[in-house]
């Protein structure tokens, strides 16, 4: 049993029948009869995409891969006697379950956040509220907390002209993740290029109602107003297991796993945004909410359920996302903050949301980080200097090797190399330009010398 619909809870199951074509796979899920990509939500509101859009496989691809599928939602688990109540009362037996719960928005207690018109950008639920409340007419909208799900719901109200102002606690926008001056980048970004009117050190303090139960006023520590119809809360999610049996199940922040995956009770694997690491590998989080951990996870956890033994390992971390038309890419380690023994070095293209900021260890030299705005880089590039721990001389040196920016997009590689030597007192020249023939040459080679002498083949 899979309870979770969602990448992981798919993953674990499309996995577990590649290996087995004789266990019974059961998904259950109430928020959707079908899997559909999360992260697409915002463009099926903006009109995009088409619901068929979302939905990465065709609806007959369970049947046919004897996946059965369950709508309903788990209320009760009894981990001794292995069955699940569901919430109409039917009881369901396991031999092996998988939690694959996912993430809830996290909501602060705020008097009114019951009304009608406050919600989250989580689930399909919540895109059919904003569709539902767009279509009964909101004047202005405001959303609590930055974040990525916070500037994908301004950027959908924005794309039906409907004004929203922004409400950020921190003194530029997701200033605990970005360095400064790309926290910058992103808040002039979203102000300036975009209109949006984005209130900085401003905190949300309560919602009032218009006496029949709807959304009428949004007000902020300090006593000011803001008159809306919608109230976005996106100040974080946190894992969906509030529900469980916490006195049966280890639980920290998430469900405690070890690096198999398994949690504190007999045949109970939890993976996803609902898992927390006991003991991360170096460089990761225990509860990390991105969509490839999920899938990762995912396969571990359906190797293991059917007697594998394998060690989950997400690897150099990587992450990407868009603040409206402004891509954001990070590889390895690429703190906010400067921390002690390390060194960075920033370009930005004067006039222009493009900007890239490499790490790198002080004492060894070793680059760690690959943080980039409006640039594109190569994610097996990146992830093969941090692995090697190449040189940052090297790395700036063969720094066209990372660019995968599309055809006819201006270059600007040898004025980050430039800037490098000002800013170190070095003289590299720029020796590897982009093109994919030279990255494969250089993967090649960094493979082959890593390959025993004795192996026959590339591992």
């Keep these: 049993m899979i309870i979770g619909n969602g990448i992981a809870g798919v993953t674990c199951a499309r996995h577990l029948r590649k290996q087995s074509s004789s266990v019974e796979i059961t998904m259950i899920s109430g928020e959707t009869d079908y899997h559909y990509s999360r992260p697409a939500l915002m463009y099926l509101y903006m009109g995009h995409m088409r619901w068929p859009d979302l939905k990465p496989y065709e609806d007959w691809f369970w049947e046919k891969n004897r996946i059965a599928l369950r709508k309903g939602w788990v209320v009760e688990i009894d981990f001794d006697k292995q069955v699940l109540t569901l919430a109409g009362g039917d009881l369901i037996g396991y031999d092996k379950l998988v939690l694959a719960l996912g993430s809830v928005t996290s909501y602060y207690n705020w008097a009114g956040q019951d009304l009608d018109?406050?919600?989250?950008?989580?689930?399909?639920?919540?895109?059919?509220?904003?569709?539902?409340?767009?279509?009964?007419?909101?004047?202005?909208?405001?959303?609590?907390?930055?974040?990525?799900?916070?500037v994908e719901m301004a950027e959908c109200f924005h794309t039906r002209q409907i004004p929203v102002t922004f409400l950020v606690r921190e003194e530029s926008y997701w200033n605990g993740v970005l360095p400064p001056d790309e926290s910058k980048m992103v808040s002039d970004h979203i102000s300036a290029r975009h209109g949006i009117d984005l209130r900085f050190k401003t905190e949300l303090s309560e919602i009032w109602g218009d006496g029949a139960g709807h959304v009428k006023v949004a007000v902020a520590k300090g006593g000011e107003k803001f008159p809306c119809q919608f109230v976005g809360i996106t100040a974080g999610v946190k894992p969906n297991i509030e529900w469980l049996n916490f006195s049966?199940?280890?639980?920290?922040?998430?469900?405690?796993?070890?690096?198999?995956?398994?949690?504190?009770?007999?045949?109970?694997?939890a993976i996803g945004d609902c898992a927390q690491v006991r003991e991360p590998r170096p460089g990761r989080r225990p509860v990390e909410?991105?969509?490839?951990?999920?899938?990762?996870?995912?396969?571990?956890?359906?190797?293991?359920a059917i007697?594998?033994?394998?060690?989950?390992?997400?690897?150099?971390?990587?992450?990407?996302?868009?603040?409206?038309?402004?891509?954001?890419?990070?590889?390895?380690?690429?703190?906010?903050?400067?921390?002690?023994?390390?060194?960075?070095?920033?370009?930005?293209?004067?006039?222009?949301?493009?900007?890239?900021?490499?790490?790198?260890?002080?004492?060894?030299?070793?680059?760690?980080?690959?943080?980039?705005?409006?640039?594109?880089?190569?994610?097996?590039?990146?992830?093969?200097?941090?692995?090697?721990?190449?040189?940052?001389?090297?790395?700036?040196?063969?720094?066209?090797?990372?660019?995968?920016?599309?055809?006819?997009?201006?270059?600007h590689e040898q004025a980050i190399v430039a800037?490098?030597?000002?800013?170190?007192?070095?003289?590299?020249?720029?020796k590897t330009r982009r093109g994919l023939p030279a990255v494969q040459r250089f993967l090649a080679r960094l493979t082959s010398s890593q390959t025993p002498k004795h192996a026959t083949g590339v591992r």
């Design 117 to 150: 018109g406050v919600h989250g950008m989580v689930t399909v639920q919540d895109i059919e509220a904003m569709e539902r409340h767009s279509d009964e007419g909101i004047e202005h909208a405001v959303i609590v907390g930055g974040g990525l799900i916070g």
């Design 248 to 269: 049966d199940l280890e639980v920290e922040k998430g469900i405690l796993v070890d690096d198999q995956l398994r949690t504190s009770m007999k045949n109970v694997f």
């Design 289 to 304: 909410a991105i969509w490839y951990t999920g899938r990762m996870m995912g396969e571990v956890a359906a190797h293991n």
């Design 307 to 411: 007697g594998g033994s394998i060690a989950y390992d997400p690897g150099i971390f990587f992450n990407s996302a868009k603040f409206f038309d402004l891509e954001y890419q990070v590889y390895g380690s690429t703190p906010a903050k400067l921390p002690e023994g390390s060194s960075w070095f920033y370009w930005q293209l004067p006039g222009a949301d493009k900007g890239i900021r490499l790490y790198w260890n002080s004492a060894s030299r070793a680059v760690t980080g690959f943080h980039l705005m409006g640039i594109r880089y190569r994610h097996e590039v990146c992830e093969a200097w941090i692995k090697n721990k190449t040189s940052i001389e090297e790395v700036v040196e063969h720094l066209g090797l990372a660019n995968f920016d599309p055809e006819f997009y201006r270059q």
């Design 419 to 430: 800037a490098f030597n000002a800013q170190e007192g070095t003289s590299i020249k720029l």
